[in-house]
């Protein structure tokens, strides 16, 4: 997928850059943003808006890869924005930037569709790092911020009304999601069940596949809505 290799890395071609769309209301950060990003050889900023209005039109027509987001913005925030890129223009992934850390805004933003979220203080090479991360397909969620995501989630969001599951999940998948929700990461899920972990992550393919799911950190919420998982500080029962 774009942006999953290394310029020249492979058989000499150049691989295609990361298409980048700018959301923030503030045009100082955008400008920082650009800079930042195309300082890097395989990172393209393709487009900036100041309001998430039009950035579900502005993603297809750009074929962007990824989007950062602001959270909060005067019209359409963040949110919003959010939810119509996932249903708009699916092959944009979203990364929520907040100055807030988690909080219920960042929660309603992961449902909506978002990949992963960065605070704005977040140092260069990681915010870097984040882009490159959601261009391959996987999701920003570190199995630590899932903790802290999970805790957060139980504290503010009611459950979401969920369709049906689009296939049944095998006794060992019901494992995988149940080590999600609880914040493994693939190598510790492959120690748990002792199985690979080309293995598991086969496993995450498949749980998207027939949940109907974007990434795993719609599997995670997804885990907590549906109770799979036991909820922090919650008692069974």
């Known amino acids: 997928m774009t942006g999953s290799a290394e310029p020249g890395e492979g058989d000499g071609r150049v691989a295609e850059r990361v298409r980048v769309l700018l959301v923030d209301d503030e045009e ?4 920082g943003l650009r800079m930042i990003l195309e300082a890097q050889p395989d990172i393209e900023v393709v487009g900036e808006l100041r309001d998430g209005g039009g950035a ?19 019209g359409t925030d ?21 100055t807030f850390d988690l909080d219920e805004h960042v929660i309603d933003s992961l449902r909506a569709g978002a990949s992963g979220f960065l605070v704005k203080d977040t140092p260069r090479a990681e915010l870097v790092a984040a882009v490159r991360v959601v261009a391959s ?8 911020a899932t903790r802290r995501l999970l805790a957060e989630f139980v504290r503010v969001a009611p ?3 969920r369709a049906p599951v689009a296939g049944p999940l095998t ?56 109770g799979i998982a036991a909820v922090p500080g919650r008692r069974p029962g």
Do not use: C, W
Not at 57 to 73: K, P
Not at 137 to 144: F, H
Not at 187 to 214: F, M, Q, W, Y
């Open 28 to 31: 100082l950060v955008r400008v």
């Open 56 to 74: 579900a039109e502005a993603a297809r027509e750009s074929r962007a890869d990824v989007v950062l987001m602001d959270i909060r913005m005067p």
């Open 78 to 98: 963040g949110v919003r924005a959010t939810a119509e890129i996932a249903r708009e223009a699916p092959g944009s992934r979203v990364i929520i930037l907040t």
């Open 137 to 144: 397909g996987d999701a920003l969620l570190t199995p630590s």
């Open 159 to 161: 459950p979401a009304a």
């Open 171 to 226: 006794a060992r998948e019901q494992e995988v999601l149940a080590a999600l929700a609880r914040g493994r990461s693939n190598a510790e899920i492959a120690a748990d069940l002792v199985v690979s972990e080309h293995t598991v992550k086969t496993h995450v393919g498949s749980i998207l596949t027939k949940l109907g799911l974007r990434d795993r950190v719609q599997a995670v919420i997804y885990a907590f809505e549906q």
